[in-house]
């Protein structure tokens, strides 16, 4: 008897705004989402300026991603593998725990800083933008 294939910690996240958590606001991260992170990697923490109008593309990671906004308000687009698409307008003090799987991407006309970091990567993870 075969046995089934495991599902990914993004298939288990049936809707991506749970990856987004309004710190500024008293919020905290979904438990449902922080109970499929990997640690931290905090040699990973710096501060990104995403410039305005940058085009990036629909992605994902093998790692977890993490940005947590301190300038600019942009707009955030997640797409869970079960093709739940979420668009958010996000400001400072928001968290987005982009769990390894889910597609994202990141849009705004005006400068946007934020601190970003990712998990320890463990095996066999591919770094960088994959697509699907």
């Not at 934020?114 to 960088?128: F, W």
Request: charge should be negative; proline fraction near 8%.
């Amino acid at each position: 008897m075969a046995t089934p294939d495991p599902v990914s910690p993004a298939e288990q996240i049936v809707d991506p705004v749970l990856c987004v958590a309004r710190l500024g606001r008293g919020d905290r991260l979904a438990p449902e989402v922080a109970a499929l992170l990997k640690p931290v990697d905090p040699a990973t923490l710096h501060v990104f300026r995403l410039p305005a109008r940058s085009d990036v593309e629909l992605h994902y990671h093998d790692f977890d991603e993490y940005w947590a906004f301190i300038e600019g308000r942009p707009r955030v687009t997640l797409r869970a593998p079960n093709g739940a698409v979420r668009e958010l307008d996000l400001e400072p003090g928001d968290l987005v725990a982009c769990l390894r799987g889910v597609e994202h991407t990141l849009w705004a006309d005006h400068e946007v800083v934020y601190y970003q970091y990712s998990s320890v990567l463990e095996g066999n993870e591919r770094g960088g933008h994959l697509s699907r």
